[in-house]
Structures are given as C-alpha cells and as structure tokens.
C-alpha cells in the first residue's frame, strides 16, 4: 500500500484560509496589481501559488482563461467549489513543467516559498509568449517575524530586495523590471510589513 502524502501546512489551512485577517487584507491587492497589468479578452493567465483564487477569480471574468496553479490540492479545492468556468486548477510544482504558455503570470505571497528564485523567474520567462507579463507580489525583506514558524510553513525567503529580485528577472530574459509598494499588511504582532508589486515584460 502506498502511503498518503503528508498534508502540506496550506492543506491543512486551506478551509478556513479566505477567512483569515491576513487574506481579507489581501483583498485589496488584485483591484491594485490590475491597474498595472493590461489584459486583453484573449488573453490565458497563470496564477502562480494561486491558493484558493485571491487574484485567479478576480482575473477570470475579464480574460479567455485562468490556470490556477498550486501544490496543494485542498487549496485548488477550496477554488475549485466557487465554480468559475473559465479557472482550470492545475495541482503541481511549478518545476515539474507547465500545461501551456501565457500571456500573463500573476503571484501573490507565493515567491517566498519557492527555495530557488532564478530558477522560478526562468520558469517564468520560458512560459511567457513574447511580450507576455509578470505582476508579482510578495514581501520587501523582513526579520522573519511575519510568519514567525518559517521553517512549518515552507518559507525560504525573508521577502526579498527589489535589486536582486530584478537582477534575477533580467537575467531570466524579463525586461522593464519595476516596483511599486501595493499593500501594508498590519500584522497581529502589531507591525507593519510592505508588500511590492513587480511587474516586467519578455523580450
Ligand atoms: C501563501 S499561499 C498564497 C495563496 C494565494 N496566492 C493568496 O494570496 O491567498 C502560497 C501558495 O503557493 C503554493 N506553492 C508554493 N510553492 C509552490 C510551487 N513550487 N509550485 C506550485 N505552488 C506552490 C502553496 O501551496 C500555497 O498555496
């Protein structure tokens, strides 16, 4: 018999996760990072570490088609329950390949998770169609304290420093790297913890 995998922290949080304050502040995120990103009818997104759909449902009524990309299964359940035609889930990490290419990629609070970051932004470039775009946010570098349990919730970034971040995407082939400051988070611990937006464009 073959064991059951282990349920990852973001399976066991994934019921309760759209209730959370932290996702309610994330709320305000996809209206901000869509006045960033020009999207046209056509268009096939990908949302990277798409949970349960924070930015894929608000992309969905005004694109073709959104892949929700995630490894967790019960997060792409809880996405997959709100019933949006045009969302196809996709369960896996991202560097076991990707079912298409795209005109968009979009993250949320994903890249911190991902112990490899040149090779995620060379993940990224290689799935874009030409003069496709990245919108992506995460947390400018913080002291560890904004998850507290780094190592149970699978953080390998303390959030990251805009210079190398666009170092990375620029040698992934991305170019017209820019940052802009999206959200603060007010976090239970009584700080503050600014989330960038990076938005570039292949080649
Ligand atoms: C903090 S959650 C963010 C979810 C959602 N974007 C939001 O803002 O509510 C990060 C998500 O990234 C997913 N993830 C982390 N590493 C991944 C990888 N290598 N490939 C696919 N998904 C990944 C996790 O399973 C998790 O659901």
Known sequence: MTAAPTPSHFDTAARDWDQRP??????????????????????????????????????APLVAQVTALDMSGAML?????????????????????????????????ALHHVADTAALMQAFADALHPGGRVALVDLYEEDGSFHGDNEAKGVHHFGFAPQALQALAERAGLQGVAFTEILRMQHRNGREYPLFLMTARKH
Do not use: E, W
């Open 22 to 59: 932290m996702s309610q502040q994330l709320a305000a995120v996809p209206p901000r990072l869509l006045a960033h990103l020009p999207l046209a009818p056509t268009d096939h997104v990908l949302d990277f570490g798409a949970g349960t759909g924070l930015l894929a449902t608000q992309m």
């Open 77 to 109: 359940q809880v996405l997959a329950d709100k019933g949006f035609a045009n969302i196809t889930p996709h369960q896996g990490d991202i560097f076991a390949g990707l079912p298409g290419r795209y005109h968009a990629i979009v993250s949320c609070m």
